[in-house]
């Protein structure tokens, strides 16, 4: 289903007559509920033998190096692999769903079974996908992983080693930034906000937990809003496009309920809550039995280190093959802990009164998960965007000012950014280049494209460093950064005017004259407080062009 709202063909479909989904017309409902969390214990699974993974360990590891290296290229940010366990099932998938139900509470745990189709779900989610209320749409985003404690301490010890982890704040820095993108696809520029910032503690782990706003656009309703945010971006990476594809390449089959998702719609008012299948069994009636499959994975970025990521996907998947009776009850258990909330800071700064600029914008849009968040940034300036396919035919522009987006790959597979770049060297239209925008301006003025000699930067506020001439003013300023590639070598007509904390990246070029701008880091995340004043003071001088 991943095919009805990414533009891509899977290499490796589902089977000709497969289940894609399960729908049920409700007429009516009970509010109450069957009361598991105070039951007695169940007794737990009886041993199940023959299960089956489709990784080893260091099949698992070398995919982990894969995906690193095609960070490295420039390719993606972040891309998250899947693991499955396939047993048979000595239970009726019922009696499972409750034992995790009562063992492994979720809030957006559910239970489906279809008997005809032979088919039962069993999700113990921790995630929400959307919720719509009205106009009201949202979405609360996890990315982030730590187990709980034996005691206290070591609880808050872990707690704080998760907030305070490079990697993990990046990686979920990198997933708000996306779902602020997906949101805004049907919601009122403006209206898009990062609205809560928390540690939340389930039965066996902790995850940083983020809450996105916003509020829907005239005409869109809550399956605009599905069709905008499905695939999850937790579950598969960023930019979400380039990554649906690459899992398609590296899985090779398909992920079938898991990382889809469960929930209701009211179809005539667009009212809808929906989860994201993880911490989910899924399984199948067989001539032989109840037969289950068990898929569990993680975020791997730049960050990642392989052994690390292999135990955190076998330690997701444990507490579901415990239930199915296919790890020993006797076996070491994660800590377990009652479920809470810890609020943390929200990094972006709340928007100062922005002006009313009134320019019309055209917008280059090179497939990334992050455009509309920019797309959205210039609107509340008061100007209109045109937004023009990065790989589409070249065309002529009659704009007051051009912004080249970013995106994965080279600047070079976009034909319509590089003609702009160049042209915008050439004639005084005021052009602000960002990410691969500014490295398309760099190639065009007779720099060179390199792999970043320190390493790819994803999702990391970082020092620039800067002197007067650029957007930025002169000193430093923190500004987050998504990129692997970097531009090399003097330009002719540009001046570098920001460079990295080490004074050797280029991190800005400019050409005051002309108006035309570059800058190496993304003003519109949610980790540059400063990036709404960046793109205010470039559509300022172009006002002024």
């Given at each position: 289903?991943?095919?009805?709202?990414?533009?891509?063909?899977?290499?490796?479909?589902?089977?000709?007559?497969?289940?894609?989904?399960?729908?049920?017309?409700v007429d009516e409902w009970e509010t109450t509920t069957p009361g598991i969390s105070d039951c007695e214990d169940m007794p737990p699974a009886k041993k199940v033998e023959g299960e089956i993974s489709s990784h080893s360990d260091q099949q698992h590891a070398e995919d982990i190096e894969r995906i690193r290296a095609s960070i490295t290229q420039g390719e993606l940010y972040q891309l998250n692999l899947g693991r499955t366990w396939n047993a048979p099932l000595g239970e009726e998938p019922s009696t499972i769903f409750h034992r995790l139900a009562h063992n492994n509470p979720a809030p957006f745990s559910g239970y489906i079974e279809a008997a005809d189709l032979g088919l039962a779900i069993a999700s113990c989610s921790p995630e929400i996908l959307l919720e719509v209320k009205g106009t009201e749409v949202m979405t609360a985003p996890i990315k982030g992983?730590?187990?709980?404690?034996?005691?206290?301490d070591q609880e808050s010890?872990?707690?704080?080693?998760?907030?305070?982890?490079?990697k993990e704040r990046a990686e979920h820095r990198m997933l708000v930034d996306l779902e602020r993108?997906?949101?805004?696809?049907?919601?009122?520029?403006?209206?898009?906000?990062?609205?809560?910032?928390?540690?939340?503690?389930?039965?066996?782990v902790q995850h940083l937990v983020s809450q996105v706003n916003g509020e829907l656009s005239e005409g869109k309703d809550g399956m605009d809003a599905f069709q905008a945010l499905f695939p999850g971006g937790s579950i598969t990476g960023c930019p979400k496009t380039v990554v649906c594809a690459a899992i398609d390449e590296l899985e090779q089959k398909p992920r079938s309920f898991w990382t889809g998702s469960m929930g209701w719609i009211d179809v005539h008012t667009g009212e809808s809550t929906w989860n994201i299948l993880i911490r989910t069994l899924e399984a199948r009636w067989t001539t032989d039995g109840w037969h289950g499959t068990i898929m569990a994975g993680g975020g791997i970025t730049i960050e990642s280190q392989p052994e690390a990521e292999v135990a955190e996907a076998i330690w997701k998947a444990a507490a579901l093959r415990r239930a199915c009776g296919w790890l020993s009850h006797d076996a070491k258990l994660l800590p377990k802990g009652e479920l809470g909330i810890y609020p943390l800071y929200l990094e972006q700064k709340t928007e100062e009164q922005l002006t009313n600029y009134g320019l019309k914008i055209a917008f280059i849009d090179n497939l990334d998960s992050f455009s509309q968040n920019?797309?959205?940034a210039i609107i509340s300036h008061g100007c209109e965007v045109e937004v023009l396919d990065g790989r589409g035919p070249i065309v002529e522009l009659n704009h007051d000012a051009v912004?080249?987006?970013?995106?994965?790959?080279?600047?070079?597979?976009?034909a319509i950014t590089m003609d702009i770049a160049k042209k915008s060297l050439e004639n005084e239209i005021p052009t602000l280049g960002?990410?691969?925008?500014?490295?398309?301006?760099?190639?065009?003025?007779?720099?060179?494209?390199?792999?970043s000699p320190y390493g790819p930067v994803h999702g990391v506020p970082s020092k620039i460093k800067s002197i007067d001439?650029?957007?930025?003013?002169?000193?430093?300023?923190?500004?987050?950064?998504?990129?692997?590639?970097?531009?090399?070598?003097?330009?002719?007509?540009?001046?570098?005017?920001?460079?990295?904390?080490?004074?050797?990246?280029?991190?800005?070029?400019?050409?005051?004259?002309?108006?035309?701008?570059?800058?190496?880091?993304?003003p519109e995340s949610i980790g540059s407080p400063e990036g709404m004043a960046l793109l205010g003071e470039f559509l300022q001088r172009a006002a002024h062009c």
């Open positions: 289903m991943v095919q009805w709202t990414q533009p891509i063909s899977l290499q490796f479909p589902p089977e000709e007559g497969e289940i894609l989904g399960v729908l049920w017309l992983t730590r187990p709980r404690g034996s005691d206290p010890l872990l707690r704080r080693d998760l907030v305070h982890d490079q993108n997906d949101i805004g696809l049907v919601s009122k520029p403006g209206t898009v906000k990062q609205c809560r910032f928390d540690v939340e503690a389930y039965a066996n920019i797309v959205h912004i080249i987006g970013p995106g994965p790959g080279r600047p070079e597979i976009s960002i990410c691969l925008g500014h490295q398309a301006l760099g190639l065009a003025d007779g720099m060179s494209l390199i792999e001439g650029g957007l930025l003013a002169k000193g430093e300023t923190v500004m987050t950064r998504y990129n692997s590639l970097v531009l090399s070598g003097n330009p002719n007509s540009l001046t570098i005017t920001s460079t990295d904390n080490t004074g050797l990246l280029p991190m800005a070029i400019t050409n005051q004259e002309k108006q035309i701008y570059g800058v190496q880091f993304h």
